[in-house]
């Protein structure tokens, strides 16, 4: 079965602080794709990242960078100079193009800031 | 603009009453799924489709049927709701290959009384 762990349901983090929520996965294909999306309270589904599992180089988007480390089937994000708006649920999930293009999500991680 | 159009947002009915959640994409997209989230369990794949007319189910798709009959409709059907399906539902779409995102629609809330 294709798995995602997210083993933090909720995180805080103080405003201008950097946060890392950890994510891992299970599969045996080698060709995959990594991403993260994140959810306000509004619930709209925003990508914030993604990763190509071929490449080495780590993925970021601004405030927004990624630790893949494929050996161990590790894929956190992590969120530095933390602002009010980056309050949201947080969702991991790979997609495999082997096997119908499927995504699969983890099941989320709750983040808090702090003012 | 690009989007997936969703509808109803909110929707309450009753056990046993038959109803249609649409979803419409115009971004000429062959990858199309249902997601529903529930607190705890994070987002699980209902059905999806890789293109017209081929649909393939997902990870809960007990209780639950679609359709495919023209590239940009992807309606999820109930078609004897119970209350075990209350659920937020989530229609998405995607380009069918390797990196290209999910594009997600803006989500109904369903509760069956």
């Known amino acids: 079965a294709q798995t995602v762990t997210q083993s933090q349901p909720e995180m805080s983090v103080q405003e201008a602080e950097t946060v890392t929520l950890s994510c891992t996965y299970d599969?045996?294909?080698?060709?995959?794709?990594l991403f993260w999306y994140k959810q306000p309270p509004s619930r709209q589904m925003i990508l914030v990242i993604r990763?190509?599992?071929?490449?080495?180089q780590n993925a970021t988007e601004n405030r927004f960078s990624v630790n893949f480390q494929k050996a161990a089937k590790s894929f956190s994000l992590k969120i530095s100079d933390s602002q009010l708006g980056d309050a949201a649920m947080y969702f991991c999930?790979?997609?495999?193009?082997?096997?119908?293009?499927?995504?699969?999500f983890g099941t989320g991680t709750s983040l808090t800031v702090i003012p | 603009e690009a989007q997936v159009t969703q509808n109803p947002r909110y929707l309450i009915t009753v056990t046993g009453k038959k109803l249609t959640v649409t979803c419409s994409q115009n971004?000429?997209?062959?990858?199309m799924s249902w997601y529903r989230q529930d607190p705890g369990l994070g987002l699980r794949q209902i059905y999806y489709s890789m293109n017209v007319e081929v649909t393939d189910k997902g990870d809960v798709p007990e209780g639950y049927k679609v359709s495919r009959k023209e590239k940009r409709n992807f309606p999820l059907i109930l078609e004897s709701p119970s209350p075990n399906q209350t659920s937020l539902y989530f229609c998405?779409?995607?380009?069918?290959?390797?990196?290209?995102?999910?594009?997600f629609g803006s989500g109904t809330q369903l509760s069956v009384l």
């Open positions: 999930a790979y997609r495999l193009p082997n096997t119908g293009n499927q995504f699969y």
């Open positions: 990763q190509e599992a071929y490449k080495q």
């Open positions: 998405a779409s995607s380009l069918r290959q390797g990196v290209e995102k999910l594009f």
């Open positions: 971004m000429n997209h062959e990858y």
């Open positions: 599969t045996s294909e080698s060709d995959y794709y």
